[in-house]
């Protein structure tokens, strides 16, 4: 690797690259000491293409979902079956991995920035700003840059664009799926807001379940599937449609509630 070899951002890769060791090395007891991470589906990681895969996922926290993936991403590369243990992993990680941030959220803080250079393709909600909620056009830029990161290698992207569960899926992301045609891979987590605070840099409780599932690519007709239709795959896929409300005890949905209010009151 070249001194200065950039990615397709201008990111210089071995300052990445040791970013990437570093944030993993300190943030790897969260997942494997405080907690205990359960990991299922790690050999579909294995076999995928060097690029143009899309990973959905569920959202639970700002940055510890991410951060959890980036772990078992490269932990998966290494011949970990569903494990994190041993982080030599991370000595030499994927470098073309990307995950699609708010611009506000990535440039809130020295911390934010740091991550952001780590793989962040940081775009301008089209529905939520500084807390209020807003109506603005998609910026197609946005879209290129996610078709650039595509391009290179893997996206990570959270449709639902809010840590609130069981909110709609926004239809960009069907619209970035038609579009750019790639592989797409559903992850469900679960144990996240529980274990952090809202931003998923502090550990809120130790000894939670974390559980961590990477499901088989969706197969979607990219050129004859409605809008629609994909997004409702996607609703089933990372266990966010209504219907997933019916089997949930009462109790958990309190506690989501409950969970919910306090970071919204923060």
């Known amino acids: 690797m070249g001194l200065f070899k950039r990615n397709p951002f201008g990111h210089i890769l071995w300052v990445k690259k040791w970013l990437i060791r570093i944030l993993g090395a300190l943030t790897h007891r969260r997942f494997r000491g405080f907690n205990?991470?359960?990991?299922?589906?790690?050999?579909?990681?294995?076999?995928?293409?060097?690029?143009n895969v899309l990973f959905i996922s569920n959202h639970q926290t700002y940055f510890?979902?991410?951060?959890a993936m980036f772990h078992v991403f490269n932990a998966s590369l290494s011949?970990?079956?569903?494990?994190?243990?041993?982080?030599?992993?991370?000595?030499?990680?994927?470098?073309?991995?990307?995950?699609?941030?708010?611009?506000?959220?990535?440039?809130?803080?020295?911390?934010?920035?740091?991550l952001a250079y780590v793989g962040s393709i940081s775009i301008e909600r089209t529905?939520?700003?500084?807390?209020?909620?807003?109506?603005?056009?998609?910026?197609?830029?946005?879209?290129?840059?996610?078709?650039?990161?595509?391009?290179?290698?893997?996206?990570?992207?959270?449709?639902?664009?809010?840590?609130?569960?069981?909110?709609?899926?926004?239809k960009g992301t069907a619209h970035i799926?038609?579009?750019?045609?790639?592989?797409?891979?559903?992850?469900?987590?679960?144990?996240?807001?529980?274990?952090?605070?809202k931003k998923g840099l502090r550990v809120k409780k130790k000894n939670i379940f974390q559980s961590f599932e990477i499901k088989a690519p969706l197969e979607i007709d990219y050129e004859n599937e409605s809008i629609d239709s994909i997004v409702e795959k996607i609703e089933y896929a990372?266990?966010?449609?209504?219907?997933?409300?019916?089997?949930?005890?009462?109790d958990v949905l309190e506690e989501n509630e409950r969970l919910n209010k306090e970071l919204r009151d923060m």
């Open 64 to 67: 510890a979902d991410v951060i």
């Open 127 to 170: 529905w939520r700003s500084q807390g209020k909620d807003v109506n603005r056009q998609v910026k197609m830029s946005d879209i290129s840059s996610i078709g650039k990161a595509l391009d290179d290698g893997w996206v990570i992207t959270f449709p639902q664009g809010t840590t609130t569960p069981f909110k709609p899926i926004r």
């Open 238 to 250: 990372i266990e966010q449609h209504p219907s997933f409300l019916k089997v949930i005890p009462q």
């Open 36 to 51: 205990e991470l359960q990991i299922e589906g790690s050999e579909i990681i294995k076999n995928l293409p060097d690029n």
């Open 177 to 197: 799926i038609k579009r750019y045609k790639p592989i797409v891979i559903p992850i469900v987590i679960d144990g996240f807001r529980r274990s952090f605070d």
């Open 79 to 114: 011949n970990r079956d569903d494990s994190i243990k041993n982080i030599g992993y991370l000595w030499n990680p994927k470098l073309n991995v990307y995950y699609v941030a708010a611009k506000e959220t990535m440039k809130s803080g020295l911390l934010p920035k740091v």
